[in-house]
């Protein structure tokens, strides 16, 4: 059996472009011969599209959108994943559902068994759960269909939600020939070999050939890597398709070896995928062409420039340099060296004067007081002023460029270095975006080398280094991965060999600035556990770990 693969890119809520987006994938992929095609999780009106199914028309809308796509496919079937409404009385108002579409018309409905409420998934809120999987005939075959979390209940899988029974108990009883999973799977560094032992132990377990359609793209702060799969009946991958990428392909289940190039690569070749791709999306899919950074000659703000240079061309990336009174010489010729290596447009703004200007305002009421992170936080904040007034001229995204370790502490300056659209380096801990931009240069210096090799700082006052207010990044990181997205105590970390006072103060700033994480930029996904809908901690509490 030959079986299309539609990993296409969607926009949530871009009914009339899913919709053409859907016909050209099903044209193609039957015109090379597939038996069935098959798209990816609600891909008639993208995934997530959280509360959009609230609003009165939504769900009506994609429902005609899907009779205009059924409309367009022949004889070879399409199973197309869209919002079914629930007819009953009782239970969520909607089902998370996948349509058999043939003949020009809609044929059979197949209904999601099992809603993810955990993380970043939230489905319980919209949808109804269905008793059982559909499973239906076609060419003599028994093809069961399976969406999403439906299949994530083996042991492989690192799930945070229990069932205590599911759709593959049932199938697996059922004699099929084929089992499809339609799939809205997000991408973080963990994943891909969860995700590959999950769909390899379903297929031994159900006793037949498995074929995952995953999406692609980034949809908010979500980035879908597709690396849509095929098994063999004993759970053998046969076929993979491409990281962070659209591909269309038809599979066939009697041939192996049929994988492209990105379906497995280096891991921070992924995080660069990732990374770019979700910038592009998130750009594009909000009406930007142009994105604005501002350029310290640190690490963060120089991996973030080459990112948007990748993710959008060097001719739409603008760096912006804006030294104060203190800014080191070594910074002001590292940011301009990266903009010469990445070929992006650079600008100086010097900001010595707006920061005089605030202080002097300010002296009436600060005459007394100790200078101290107050006027530090000026110079950060007279950088977001001018960049957010740039950004508004030209029409350009501006980016944030604080990293994962910055922003569990609350090293950073709320309505500063924090302005901006998108962090795009938000989940990124400290010691990786060191990893990052060496793997960035790999082929040449993008990055200045004494951009890697310098102390890090963010020289809000003479000779400032981050370890004068942070332990080194190697230990914060660590700490910060158990207890912010491990959830351990400070004793679990402390009996690691962590030291009790180090951990006891991380722990304390983690806390301390929920309040700056509520209000910074919307930031990628890339690690298991994200500042973001992923962690939804009380910023007034008093609870103590």
Known sequence: ????????????????????????????????????????????????????LFKRNFVPDNEAALRQV???????????????????????????????CAGGKVVQIGKKCLLPTYDVFDED????????????????????????????TTEETDNHQRYASGPIEYIKDQSIDLLVNLSASPWHMEKNDIREKLVTETAKICSAPLVYVNAVGGNDELIFDGRSMATNTQGELIAGLAGFAEETRVIDLDESNQFSDTFRQDPLQDIEDALALGLRDYAHKSGFKKTLIGLSGGIDSAVTAAIAEKALSKENVTGISLPSSISSSHSKTDAKDLAENLGIHFHTVPIADVVAASEETL??????????????NIQARARGLLLMALSNKFGALLLTTGNKSELAVGYCTLYGDMCGGLAVISDLPKVMVFELARHLNRDGEKIPASTIEKPPSAELRPDQKDEDSLPP?????????????????????????????????????????????????????LTPLAFGVGRRIPIVQKYVS
């Open 473 to 525: 990044y190697e230990i914060l990181d660590g700490i910060l991965k158990r207890y912010v997205e491990e959830g351990m105590s400070s004793q679990d970390i402390i009996d690691l060999g962590y030291d009790a006072d180090v951990v006891n103060e991380i722990i304390r700033k983690v806390d301390l600035n929920e309040y700056k994480r509520k209000q910074a930029a919307p930031g990628l996904k």
């Open 125 to 152: 809120r919209y949808f109804e759960a269905a008793d059982s999987p559909l499973i239906f005939e076609h060419g003599n075959k028994r093809i069961a269909v399976t969406i999403c979390e439906d299949i994530w």
């Open 1 to 52: 059996m030959k079986i299309g693969v539609a990993q296409i890119n969607t926009t949530v809520g871009d009914l009339s472009g899913n919709g053409k987006l859907i016909e050209a994938a099903y044209a193609k992929l039957a015109n090379q011969g597939a038996n069935l095609v098959v798209f990816p999780e609600l891909a008639i009106c993208g995934y997530p599209p959280r509360d959009l």
């Open 70 to 100: 059924a409309a367009q496919i022949g004889s070879v079937p399409a199973l197309i994943g869209f919002v079914a409404p629930n007819h009953s009385a009782t239970g969520r108002t909607f089902f998370n559902a996948a349509a058999i």
């Open 363 to 376: 002296s009436p009421l600060t005459q007394g007081y100790k200078r101290d992170v107050t006027e530090e």
